[in-house]
């Protein structure tokens, strides 16, 4: 089925670093969401994007809405072990349905 | 406010048999969408639903249907059961809208493995 392509896809970081992470796809979207979920429960979302070019924060989370319309960005400041867990992204490619990542597992090394 | 909820929560099947799972969405939230999530194929769209009509469907086969009723609530039926079955069934509810899907907010799933 249709995804979308995330970087990377997994990383292992120490406690106290920033991550960085991409979402890219072949179409322009009019939003971006993004997810983390952590084993055998549901996606949890995190931040939701509508404009180009916006700038989205919730705590230590921020994302971007890339300029293209066919990329977005999610970074963590100052990871810690909570933070663990599998991040998506999704955009809708059409209308009523909404398509995901492949995901970035982020662990931390504490 | 409650969040969305799924039910059951785990589930065991044989191979041919047909399985009922039933999601309720947020309080006001019309728009209910299932996804299917393997390791192998990830997050994949089954189907959307907003005041009791299909609006958009994915790329499964007929085996696998839903259903929406007055209060929201949806319900998806998977028949003659395969291993390939196997999988984390997700619901997400949003708003709903003409032309918008909004953002999505989902349950806990059901872990759905067939024998």
């Known amino acids: 089925g249709q995804q979308l392509n995330q970087s990377p896809q997994s990383m292992f970081i120490q406690e106290g670093e920033d991550v960085s992470m991409n979402c890219t796809s072949s179409?322009?979207?009019?939003?971006w969401l993004w997810y983390k979920q952590d084993p055998g429960e549901g996606p949890v979302l995190l931040i939701a994007?509508?404009?180009?070019?916006e700038l989205t924060s919730n705590g230590r989370l921020t994302a971007q809405f890339g300029i293209t319309r066919k990329d977005s960005f999610l970074n963590i400041s100052a990871s810690i072990p909570s933070d663990v867990g599998i991040y998506f992204c999704?955009?809708?490619?059409?209308?009523?349905?909404?398509?995901f990542g492949t995901g970035t597992r982020l662990k931390v090394l504490a | 406010k409650a969040g969305v909820t799924q039910t059951p929560r785990y589930l065991i099947k044989t191979r041919g048999q047909q399985v009922t799972l039933s999601c309720s969405p947020i309080?006001?939230?019309?728009?209910v969408s299932w996804y299917q999530q393997t390791p192998g194929q990830g997050l994949q769209f089954l189907f959307e639903?907003?005041?009791?009509?299909?609006?958009n469907k994915g790329n499964f086969p007929g085996r696998f249907s839903g259903r929406q009723f007055s209060n929201s609530r949806s319900e998806m039926n998977v028949s003659t059961l395969e291993l390939g079955d196997s999988a984390l069934y997700l619901c997400?509810?949003?708003?709903?809208?003409?032309?918008?899907?909004?953002?999505?907010?989902f349950g806990p799933g059901t872990r759905l493995t067939v024998t």
């Open positions: 997400a509810s949003s708003l709903g809208g003409t032309g918008v899907l909004n953002e999505q907010y």
């Open positions: 179409s322009i979207f009019n939003t």
């Open positions: 994007l509508y404009k180009a070019g």
């Open positions: 999704a955009g809708p490619p059409g209308t009523y349905k909404y398509i």
């Open positions: 309080s006001g939230h019309r728009s």
């Open positions: 639903y907003f005041s009791e009509t299909q609006r």
